[in-house]
């Protein structure tokens, strides 16, 4: 189902409401890695993260009828600022069910973007009841957050910018290490490549622990996590790769890579410290990999692509104090 | 001595050099200004600010037999590492002269971006000495940080970005707020914008009891500071507006802003939280203006440059426990 021509079309549809966002680079985390590092800072995309791609790909994609009756996703992170971000640059309501103890900021931001949030119980509620009562009441068209054709070609769109900006840069081989959670953006990302820069490789990158599509292409079936929560990389842990991702994955991407929790929050340091952006923890372990886990690469550069921004405060001032030089 | 030709000449020395940093929003932001904010995040650029480009300007237009012996800067800061990452881009060698109670990180910085650091005690040694010196022994060439044509003339590359990426967004009418020390990068931006976007106005903005330039702006004639230090803001703390900047921003700047030290560092703390870039103190006292200051503010749209990012985690982590929402 998800081919080039859709991430190109999806492109198109993004033109004027996407950010491009820049490749950056440091003398110093080429020092660290051994080889020249760029990272592509999906953190300074529109509401902090990539999911902004894939949110407005798959509104712009809706009939105009379909779409003006509204959309629905269920989330407490960056799909969900994705989502109502998009649904407001199109006019139309979005709401997004979250968690009734989800962190208040991060429901005060959905909310700020013009969602409206419907809270649920994780103990009692039904959250899928929830929603599924509230689409047929309104017509709402449910955008899931990455086992979806239009989510993974908007998500591809930075791969084709990562192929644009290799080639500026005379890159025309190295691994291309992408934060992981259900396989989204990796899945586009790896379709961009193939298409327009073949030198280049997609790869997954997950916390240990979580590391559901690492385990599920080397052993070529779809593996599942022992446990969903217990990692500050809360934005990339899901149970299991989706059932269009995988395959895409398991055709094109290198193996996958997987991270302690600690060398996210030393990249997230790094990030902070030398290419002076923000990421969140999850957002982090691609660069982790390319600066710690150098013998797991292969060649003479590696992109990173830095997925999102969206960490507490008091995590990173924490996480400033214990890994800052 | 400087104008727009030589800015547009620096843009072309600096191409394929430099970043072409993006326009941020958020709005978040917009919001608590009460008008359209976008932000040029000069942190992004090569070393963490603007510095490099009037760095790269000035090396790039040196004769290559000049170059080649050698260039020299008298800087703790930014400056210091544009200078160093210009000449190592260009393969000669640069020499800069840095107090010994520098800060170690700068120090460290500017050796691992491959210049030679040479130290002297602040209380009994000859800055001014030792560099002519070292000059006349070596035939290196200074590199003055901001009262010197290619410098401003590579630090208006900033502005001919800013006017290029207004028309991108629409915005024909706007006033350019500009971190300002010695005026180096207020004239090179208010140049570029007179020739490419005459609608949009630079103004200064420092940091208060620091206000050299706006007092200077509004009484006719060079104003200095009484002290020069016990600011945070320390990257555009400056005696006074250089004798090449100030009549250029006398004839093209609106009204100088200044902001309170808190309100330079909730903005870095609002930077970090909704567009995901990193500022130091000084480098935020632009978009403190824009956000605290709206009152004196022009128009539905306003354009901050961010000018760098290199802080220290302490104080960084300080603030962000203080401010953080």
């Not at 449910?142 to 908007?154: M, N, R, T």
Request: glycine share 12%; hydrophobic share 45%; aromatic share 4%.
């Amino acid at each position: 189902m998800s081919n080039l021509q859709m991430i190109e079309a999806a492109a198109e549809r993004l033109k004027g409401h996407v950010r491009r966002t820049p490749l950056l680079s440091s003398p110093f985390l080429d020092e660290i890695a051994g080889r020249r590092v760029f990272v592509k800072p999906e953190c300074l995309q529109h509401t902090g993260s990539f999911k902004f791609r894939g949110g407005w790909s798959a509104l712009s994609a809706l009939e105009p009828e379909v779409r003006a009756r509204g959309v629905i996703a269920f989330s407490s992170g960056n799909h969900a600022q994705g989502v109502a971000a998009a649904a407001r640059g199109h006019g139309v309501a979005a709401v997004i069910i979250m968690p009734e103890d989800a962190p208040k900021l991060k429901i005060a931001n959905t909310r700020a973007l013009g969602a409206e949030v419907v809270l649920y119980d994780r103990a009692t509620g039904d959250r899928d009841a929830i929603g599924k009562q509230l689409s047929e009441e309104r017509g709402l068209t449910l955008i899931k957050p990455f086992d979806e054709p239009q989510v993974i070609a908007g998500q591809g769109t930075a791969g084709l910018e990562i192929a644009e900006q290799a080639a500026e840069e005379g890159i025309t081989q190295a691994d291309v290490l992408v934060c992981c959670g259900g396989g989204g953006l990796t899945s586009g990302v790896a379709l961009a490549l193939e298409g327009h820069a073949p030198g280049l490789r997609a790869r997954p990158v997950e916390p240990e622990g979580f590391d559901d599509v690492k385990r599920s292409l080397s052993s070529g079936a779809i593996q599942r996590n022992d446990r969903l929560s217990g990692s500050l990389c809360d934005a990339i842990i899901t149970p299991q790769p989706g059932d269009i991702t995988f395959p895409i994955m398991q055709r094109l991407c290198g193996p996958g890579l997987a991270v302690t929790e600690e060398e996210a929050l030393r990249a997230m340091v790094l990030a902070w410290m030398r290419l002076k952006i923000v990421l969140e923890p999850g957002g982090a372990v691609a660069l982790a990999a390319a600066l710690f886990r150098g013998d797991e690469v292969e060649g003479d550069t590696v992109i990173a692509l830095a997925s999102g921004g969206n960490v507490d405060a008091e995590i990173f001032a924490k996480a400033l104090e214990t890994y800052a030089v």
